[in-house]
């Protein structure tokens, strides 16, 4: 037997397993609201896309989504309320954009392929909007409508 390619396959192997199973629970979050709603993202995109237009507003290009992501975390300071508008096209798997309450109960803004509003009343308190998707594949166009009084601010992975 040739050791040095048995050297290689025991180094191929051991790159490849610890991976072989990070997208199975990222995968299980689409229908699991007390998942969603923890503050811990996890995730997985084949590819992403983003281009912010401005703090409050981001078109996003997927495929091979699993999981959940923060998009942004907004701050009200008193009732307010705010507007959501979007546009999501999903081409497979399943995709939705949710609001996660100060109280941890989540608010669906909108799932699948639509195009609409949705306007949401705030209380005083912290909350993030999420992306969630199981498989996904598509594009969303996102932008919320607020006031002096609410607070946005996006997360960046990158700089």
Same mark, same amino acid.
């Given at each position: 037997?040739?050791? @040095? ?13 610890? !991976? $072989? ?12 609201? =007390? /998942? ?20 409050n507003e981001t078109s996003i290009?997927?495929?091979? !989504?699993?999981? /959940? ?6 701050? $009200? ?6 507007? !959501? ?9 399943? !995709? =939705? ?10 608010? /669906? ?8 509003? @949705? ?13 969630v998707g199981q498989s996904a @594949? ?17 997360k960046k992975i990158w700089n």
């Amino acid at each position: 037997m040739n050791f @040095k390619k048995l050297g290689w396959c025991l180094i191929c192997l051991i790159l490849i397993i610890p !991976f $072989s199973g990070c997208n199975d629970e990222q995968k299980s979050y689409y229908h699991n609201d =007390k /998942k969603i709603s923890q503050d811990r993202d996890s995730f997985s995109y084949m590819i992403r896309d983003e281009k912010s237009q401005s703090n409050n507003e981001t078109s996003i290009k997927f495929s091979g !989504f699993d999981g /959940k992501d923060t998009i942004w975390n907004i701050e $009200s300071d008193e009732s307010n309320d705010i507007i !959501f508008r979007y546009k999501s096209h999903t081409t497979s798997g399943k !995709f =939705k954009g949710v609001l996660i309450t100060p109280e941890k109960t989540i608010e /669906k803004i909108f799932e699948g392929s639509e195009n609409g509003e @949705k306007a949401i009343s705030l209380n005083k308190g912290s909350y993030s909007f999420k992306i969630v998707g199981q498989s996904a @594949k598509g594009d969303v166009s996102i932008n919320i409508e607020l006031n002096d009084k609410v607070k946005i601010s996006t997360k960046k992975i990158w700089n």
